[in-house]
């Protein structure tokens, strides 16, 4: 009983080997399958010429994975680099903006006895943008309210952009001229028309008390007149877009566009008069 026993265990173990011979001798050769295939061989039936066959195919196969591996820890060092250099290309396009702002700035204009002081709007809230904005200077840098806000234009010109409503110690609150509240004395440029320009809450300024015989029209540029508070004379305000064709008894009205880039709108000067600031 136990000599059939042993007998069927041997056929069992023959077959299977029978059948990984098969699979072995029909199986794509790839140096993983050969390096299998001699392996059983050889332990079948043991021999010099095998074990030389199963270690050069193991060296193969070894070599092989060496070569992934360090290809892919090359890759991994390309990827860091490449990071570090973008990292370094953003840097350098920062730096580069910013070195253009100053650029800009030192090249603003000088109002006669004023002094700039630069500022940073550090809030300006989404369903306020035309309303005013909070900057990062205040009475430490000798603000006060009532001073004029501008900035600078590509051009190379300065151009309203508020006046300093509220005053704290390291910060003030901007009112725009977009602001619906906000009220300027302006004139018309060339032509010595004295109107009024008055916020509306979004790009454009609300031209009114034109005389209804003046000689207004698109496209003429609108300055702050010298009898303003605020603003020092011929400083840019709007652009004419369009005028009113009805007229509300000795007035008529037009609709300008902001001269201040609103967009873009991301530092502040603030003219302080001689002597106020520090």
Sequence with gaps: MLANNKSNHA???FLILLIIGFVLLIARLTP???????????VSY?????????FGFAGSFADKIKSIVYANQENIVY?????LLLDKLRNYDVMSAQYENLTGLLK????????????????????EWYQWFIIDKGSKHGLHNGLPVVMLRDTGEL???????????SSAKVALI????????????????SCLAEGFGSNVLKITYIPSNANVEVGDEVIASPLGSVFHEGLAIAKILSVSKEVST??????????????????????????AAQ
């Design 79 to 83: 990827k860091q680099q490449n990071q």
């Design 46 to 54: 043991p021999s010099i010429n095998t074990a030389n066959q199963i």
């Design 11 to 13: 056929n069992i173990v």
């Design 178 to 193: 977009t602001n619906v509240l906000s009220s300027v004395p302006v004139e018309i440029k060339g032509k010595r028309i």
């Design 108 to 127: 603003i204009p000088k109002v006669r006895r004023t002094k700039s002081v630069f500022a940073k709007i550090s809030i300006r809230e989404p369903n």
């Design 159 to 169: 151009c309203a952009v508020g006046q300093i409503l509220e005053t704290y110690g």
């Design 250 to 275: 000795d007035f008529k009205t037009a609709v300008a566009e902001i001269s201040f880039e609103s967009e873009s709108l991301y530092e502040a000067v603030i003219l302080v008069p001689d002597g």
């Design 32 to 42: 993983a399958v050969r390096l299998v295939k001699n392996f059983i061989y050889y």
